[in-house]
């Protein structure tokens, strides 16, 4: 919900305000918001791209469009601004001793995308990025920081076989305890009625038993 930051003296002002965070809200809109990643590893040597995306209540307009990308060494530095939106020109690198040539526009203003690339990554390029945007009649000036931490090496990627070992391990057991069960399920079944014949034999047997010793007493 777009926010409104000056403060009202009078009920004819705050009303106005809740009308217009109202109207805001009903038609979807949200406070200007700048989305970057609070740290970035980058191996030496190598390009990296520094990911800055915003979102605003109103669509770019070129003509009070505004935005920068900045450096610093430490948090306590001083900004060095090294490229700018132009409105005629769009997005400008600027003459950097530090950087020369190897910082690019990566993005998409269509897209809210103001990304940058910076190529052959230096120990020394490690520090503080801050993309600024803003964009009229959005009151809020957006501000997002980036530290990019430069690495010789980048860590292994985590190993999964141990993982998907145990995984397999346990889903192997547990087919077998599955396939187990099927297995002595079946085998009772099949039992049953041969239990059921064996008795009815032995009854029958016991049955004839009786019947030849009642003959045999029968007989004189």
Not at 64 to 77: A, E, G, L, R
Not at 161 to 179: E, Q
Request: hydrophobic share 40%.
């Amino acid at each position: 919900m777009c926010s409104h930051e000056q403060k009202m003296s009078c009920g004819v002002q705050l009303m106005s305000a809740a009308l217009l965070v109202l109207l805001l809200s009903l038609s979807g809109c949200s406070s200007m918001d700048v989305l970057v990643s609070s740290k970035i590893n980058a191996l030496n040597g190598t390009t990296v791209k520094i990911p800055c995306t915003f979102t605003s209540c109103y669509k770019i307009d070129a003509t009070k469009f505004s935005m920068n990308w900045t450096y610093q060494k430490t948090i306590n530095d001083t900004e060095e601004m090294f490229i700018k939106y132009d409105k005629k020109k769009g997005m400008v690198p600027l003459r950097s001793d530090f950087f020369g040539d190897r910082v690019k526009f990566a993005g998409l203003l269509e897209k809210n995308d103001l990304s940058i690339t910076l190529s052959d990554v230096q120990l020394e390029d490690e520090g503080f990025y801050t993309c600024y945007v803003i964009n009229p009649p959005d009151r809020i000036h957006g501000r997002g920081v980036i530290e990019l931490i430069v690495v010789t090496e980048l860590p292994p990627p985590r190993d999964s076989t141990i993982a998907v070992a145990i995984g397999a391990s346990v889903g192997g057991a547990l087919a077998l305890l599955i396939l187990s069960m099927v297995v002595v399920k079946c085998l009772r079944r099949h039992q049953k009625p041969e239990l059921i014949s064996e008795e009815k034999m032995e009854e029958e047997g016991k049955l004839d038993a009786e019947g030849v010793a009642e003959e045999g007493t029968k007989q004189p």
